[in-house]
T-cell receptor, first 110, second 113 residues
Framework: DAKTTQPPSMDCAEGRAANLPCNHS???????VYWYRQIHSQGPQYIIH???NNETNEMASLIITEDRKSSTLILPHATLRDTAVYYC?????????????FGTGTQLKV | AAGVIQSPRHLIKEKRETATLKCYPI?????VYWYQQGPGQDPQFLIS???????DKGSIPDRFSAQQFSDYHSELNMSSLELGDSALYFC????????????FGPGTRLTVT
């Protein structure tokens, strides 16, 4: 699975958009970009994932650059409950189970 | 909506004892994953099962074993416990392809004294 690079920490004012960047310059053509977050000592929570098109759901938006070497997770209106460690994970989707390899992530403080 | 259930939530054991952690996946999820998170560390993959067969293995010590049963629940067995095994142990389940979103349980906090 491709390696990812994220800033170790970021601050965001409540009510503002939080933009969390992720670099994955060695991503392969069949690898997806997944985002998870972990609120202190709770189980990680799935946020969103995408292959090459931008994606949006009720939690967030995912913007993937055209060359797929980087992406940005956008939380449109951050609240105090969004304070968490955010993990960007690049992974292929093959059959029979696909582990998540967590890096150091970005600690977002709202 | 139903979530992943893990039991027990907290467990205290002494060195060299054994421990069994249980995981009940979300109904109709056929894949189970186990992760270990040490203090101040990020979650690390241990092992996974798909349709009751082991599908992948990470850095799981030989002292640990796991299996998935016919009702899809899974158990992680840990023997000869060491102080370094103190950690949060998360179980996750997923439906597999195409989305393969993993849903995590609340974790079991294991303390070895």
């Amino acid at each position: 699975d491709a390696k990812t690079t994220q800033p170790p920490s970021m601050d965001c004012a409540e009510g503002r958009a939080a933009n969390l960047p992720c670099n994955h310059s060695t991503i392969s053509g069949n690898e997806y970009v997944y985002w998870y977050r972990q609120i202190h000592s709770q189980g990680p929570q799935y946020i969103i994932h995408g292959l090459k098109n931008n994606e949006t759901n009720e939690m967030a938006s995912l913007i993937i650059t055209e060359d797929r070497k980087s992406s940005t997770l956008i939380l449109p209106h951050a609240t105090l409950r969004d304070t968490a460690v955010y993990y960007c994970i690049v992974r292929a989707n093959t059959g029979g189970g696909n582990k998540l390899t967590f890096g150091t992530g970005t600690q977002l403080k709202v | 909506a139903a979530g992943v259930i893990q039991s027990p939530r907290h467990l205290i054991k002494e060195k060299r004892e054994t421990a069994t952690l249980k995981c009940y996946p979300i109904p109709r999820h056929d894949t189970v994953y186990w992760y270990q998170q040490g203090p101040g560390q990020d979650p690390q993959f241990l092992i996974s099962f798909y349709e009751k067969m082991q599908s992948d293995k990470g850095s799981i010590p030989d002292r640990f074993s796991a299996q998935q049963f016919s009702d899809y629940h899974s158990e992680l067995n840990m023997s000869s416990l060491e102080l370094g095994d103190s950690a949060l142990y998360f179980c996750a389940s997923s439906t597999g392809l195409p989305k393969d979103e993993q849903y995590f349980g609340p974790g079991t906090r294991l303390t070895v004294t």
